[in-house]
């Protein structure tokens, strides 16, 4: 497939690797774990989460690095992949080290002493041994399934990302086998933390992790034999699905083929306890293919995911984030008609300082409103549980023109759109999968609905909601995105071309606004960018402000270098990788590149161009990558209306750029962050947020 190539490129060498730059966010959010102004049951949730992306991290960027390894094809910059690879496992080392480093010596016993205690197997007294014991007894050892090693038994297919232990026998068993390895997987139906009963632990919430559990009772799924050892282990595999798109003829029966071997892709990772014997760890690493440099150590459980849940257990909230409430926007506190509420004017929701509540009444008010005729939606995550597509297939039965365009490719969320997909369709609805080979990613929502004028005819109005983020209420309550809600005609145009390209077939339209990847967007960013670049060598003011999650693609990067070279005064807020080098001289010198790491997820989109005092604004649910401008459908939406741009300069991006609390900032020549010096009063935008438009 021919894709759009942008009519620049930033030189390598002035770029920052993808790979080191994920790795250097993943240090930003570990220092959140090591904040002492943070809430501390916060904090663990950040340890957590850094063990997250690393997990999502290994099965995709080191598992495609690795794929680069064998053909050795060379690297932008000439690097070779083996030196790359190199460089990324000492850093995800030492990132690990300083994960279990923060975890024992001081997020645990600062919870402990808070009476949130992890109970140690050679601290448990007799009556914690027997409840324990009685717990294996009932719920444990029912589930399990020992494989012991011998020729009829080879080494079991290991899941992705699953807790195992490797245990060390000697004697013979039943059938007089001489037996000295066995793999015991723990189902993941088995909770990995366990909370004992509190008048046995003498504190509000005493919990023992399984692996203590089947530590100590192993041996009896082992009768008359003894256990010499038995550790802890697993693996990551490489997660990323291929789909031929030569051969796949229907892609959704492709998909669920391709799902089921998901969990049993090339091995890239082994997590193993620290007191693991050589013997097994060199048998580990020899069933599965790796490398000694591809073993990871670490004192404690292998999996820190799991301790996800802790917080959600424990009822301290002096030891979380202080709650707050959703606001609603003005006009939508009393209870009006959505309709005529976006006729009156356009609608701006800020997530998650402003509730998600309208967007779902919004769908709800269409399913059950006699004047709609059609629903169209795209889909890229809403998770398995969804309230949205609750109201979509409600509307189908109800007899709607509903159309909805679901992405079956996304990432990690493949399994939950099929099964919507099949709903949808089963209830009346029109369901499509995009275009082959470009991912839906753009958020929009449009609504046909026949409405009578006062002289007694009737017209169709669309109303439109676009978005920056996911159709998804649960992570809309902490990624911090805009939602737009209007029906302005020209804009519904757009969208209704875009819908028309999606669900047909026939040449890209130019839009009155929009502006649509993979066909315009690069190149209308690119051109807005060398437009301020001419209004500054021509003596005016050129600036730019843009806010994003990534910045990675060449072309555009470029295009900054040179404006910046001809004097435009460039912010760039970019909350992970940015391979853009802010701060060289004779390159970059005008450019800032700041990073803000806090309560929520900065998820939103929003480029500012100055354009000779027009204030162009535009609302994304696009990052400044390849991927995104040349493989992805998206869309870039301009803000209009005056107030509304106004709150989103103030809200979206002036407040981020005041930040002297939760910001990091770019050193171009390193390529690292550092913590923003906190300068008079403290300053941070989340904070600000939730106090000014959030009812804190």
């Known amino acids: 497939m021919n894709h759009p190539t942008p009519h620049r490129l930033a030189p390598a060498e002035s770029l920052i690797n993808r790979e080191l730059a994920l790795l250097a966010f993943q240090r930003r959010v570990l220092a959140q774990a090591d904040d002492d102004s943070v809430p501390l049951l916060e904090r663990l949730k950040f340890l957590c989460i850094v063990s997250s992306n690393l997990d999502e991290f290994f099965e995709i960027r080191v598992a495609g690095l690795k794929e680069q390894m ?16 190199d460089e990324v496992c000492q850093e995800v080392h030492g990132i690990v080290a300083e994960q279990y480093a923060l975890l024992n010596d001081i997020i645990l016993p600062t919870l402990a002493s808070e009476g949130i205690v992890f109970l140690r197997r050679p601290l448990w007294n007799e009556a914690q041994r027997a409840w324990i014991r009685q717990y294996f007894e009932d719920e444990v050892m029912p589930v399990l399934t020992p494989v012991g090693l011998d020729p009829a038994h080879p080494f079991p297919r290991v899941l992705n990302k699953s807790l195992n232990f490797a245990i060390e026998l000697e004697g013979r068993d039943a059938f007089g086998r001489n037996c000295t390895a066995a793999i015991v997987q723990a189902p993941r139906s088995l909770p990995r933390v366990i909370r004992l009963p509190k008048e046995l632990t003498g504190v509000d919430y005493g919990f023992v992790f399984l692996s ?13 034999m003894s256990v010499l050892g038995c550790y802890q282990f697993r693996v990551t595999r490489n997660s990323d699905l291929f789909v031929d798109e030569e051969e796949v003829k229907d892609l959704r029966k492709t998909l669920q083929g391709e799902l089921q071997q998901r969990n049993y892709g090339d091995a890239v990772r082994l997590e193993v306890a620290d007191n693991t014997s050589p013997q097994i760890t060199d048998f580990l690493l020899q069933q599965f293919g790796l490398e000694r440099e591809e073993l990871y150590r670490v004192p404690g459980i292998v999996n820190l995911v799991r301790l996800m849940q802790v917080p959600d257990w424990v009822d301290r909230p002096d030891l979380k984030y202080p709650p707050f409430t959703a606001s609603l926007p003005k006009g939508l506190e009393k209870r009006v008609n959505l309709f005529d509420a976006i006729r009156k004017q356009d609608i701006l929701l800020h997530h998650p300082f402003q509730s998600f509540n309208p967007v779902i009444d919004l769908l709800k008010l269409a399913a059950d409103d006699p004047q709609v005729l059609a629903i169209r939606m795209t889909v890229y995550r809403t998770g398995n549980d969804s309230v949205l597509m609750e109201q979509l297939l409600r509307a189908a039965r109800k007899g709607k023109e509903v159309n909805v365009v679901v992405e079956l490719m996304a990432r990690f969320d493949e399994e939950a759109n099929i099964n919507w997909a099949a709903k949808l369709e089963d209830a009346g609805a029109h369901v499509v999968y995009g275009v082959f080979g470009y991912k839906t990613h753009a958020k929009m929502l449009l609504i046909l609905r026949r409405e009578e004028n006062e002289d007694g005819t009737s017209q169709l109005r669309r109303y439109v909601h676009l978005g920056t983020g996911n159709y998804h209420p649960r992570t809309a309550r902490f990624y911090t995105d805009f939602g737009l809600m209007t029906t302005n005609p020209e804009i519904g145009d757009d969208v209704h071309e875009v819908f028309k390209q999606l669900t047909g077939l026939g040449h890209a339209q130019s839009h009155m606004h929009l502006l649509q990847a993979p066909f315009l967007l690069q190149p209308g960013i690119v051109a807005a960018i060398d437009a301020e670049a001419t209004n500054a060598r021509a003596g005016r003011k050129g600036r730019i402000i843009a806010k994003m999650n990534a910045l990675m693609e060449a072309g555009t990067i470029q295009a900054l270098y040179e404006a910046s070279q001809a004097g435009v005064e460039i912010d760039l807020i970019v909350r992970g990788p940015c391979a853009l080098r802010p701060g060289i001289k004779g390159l970059s010198e005008n450019i800032k590149v700041r990073s803000v790491v806090g309560r929520f997820l900065e998820h939103s989109r929003i480029f500012h161009f100055h354009a000779d005092g027009e204030e162009k604004l535009y609302l994304s649910s696009a990052d400044w990558m390849d991927r ?39 050193d171009g020549e390193s390529g690292s962050y550092f913590k923003r010096s906190t300068r008079g009063a403290r300053r941070s935008a989340q904070e600000w947020l939730m106090k000014e438009i959030g009812g804190a």
């Open 70 to 85: 064998r053909s050795n094809t060379l690297l932008p910059g000439g690097i070779r992949p083996q030196a790359l690879y």
């Open 212 to 224: 203590s559990v089947l530590h100590a009772h192993v041996s009896e799924l082992f009768t008359g």
């Open 628 to 666: 995104n401008f040349f493989r992805r459908i998206e869309i870039a939406f301009p803000v209009l209306d005056p107030k509304i741009k106004r709150r989103v300069m103030r809200e979206g991006l002036q407040c981020y750029l005041s930040d002297n609390s939760q910001a990091w900032e770019l």
